[in-house]
């Protein structure tokens, strides 16, 4: 079980009410929330290894190069200061509630204290920490694979679905009790896609404006899934627009597929989460190891734990974990 990290506790910021208060007052919603976000996906999935992947970079600065509108409206100070920060001034840093920055290094530290694996990776965001460790396990032989489940509110992952292995996207958009449970099935379904590479290809297409991709001017979401049915990949439709016999394309499409074209040079290394970024363990565990990502059946630190339950009012989150952590 692969965790979206941030994707995970600015939803159990947003959802958990603010008055969720640590014993001097400052807020904990969001550690809270995140605590019984794990205690309910462990009691219900009974993961073997479960992985909280942390964004070391939420810009990277391979991806701003390649298109440099890449969420630089959620810089603080906004395009003006992802802009600057392009040109070499300082780099451009992501606008946190203020109530919600000081609670990320808390949730570092519990998680660390329960022994639940923290990965990154530097210069890389934890999508492409997901994508790299979800790679590696499809790479197996297909009789040594293992389930994959990626907990995420992001649909860029769903690029990552693949029943084969299989790789499953469990998507919160009625809370964690009762996710959406993205397969082949389901991307059919709702976005008229036949696999998790057709839906990158989608994306591309289409682009998204809450990570500043344009996409190409006039094709949206059902226009990029029907000219991906009739064509199979991006590639290919790309060629059918350089090929003046082809008749699939309308006039219209063909002229602004061709427009886009240095940005459809570029986007697909945007919105392809990496397979190969340099995973590391937040404690210094060799990601390698056998045992890296066990799930832990009791705390790594219990005087630690103690001492965070204590300073932040945990005590109710921390115990629901830790009964869900033992049950396993």
Sequence with gaps: MLLDSASLYFRAFYGVPDSMRSPAGEPVNA???LLDMIARLVTDHRPDRLVACWDEDWRPEFRVAAIPSYKAHRA???????????AGGPP??????DALAPQVPVIAEVLAALGIARAGAAGFEADDVIGTLTAREVARPPGERRPVLVVTGDRDLFQLVDDDVPVRVLYPVRGIKDPDVVDVARLREKYAVASGPAYADMAVLRGDPSDGLPGV????????ATLLERYGTLDAVRAAALDPGDRGLT???RRRLLEASDYLDVAPAVVHVAADAPVVLADGTDPAAPDAFAVPREPADPEALVDLTERWGL???VRRVLSALAAR
């Design 76 to 86: 603080v100070g906004g395009a003006e200061a992802a802009a600057a920060a392009l």
């Design 217 to 224: 001017a006039g094709i949206g979401e059902k226009t990029a």
């Design 251 to 253: 006039v219209t499409q």
């Design 31 to 33: 550690v809270r929330g």
């Design 315 to 317: 005590d109710s989150s």
């Design 92 to 97: 451009a840093v992501e606008e946190v509630p």
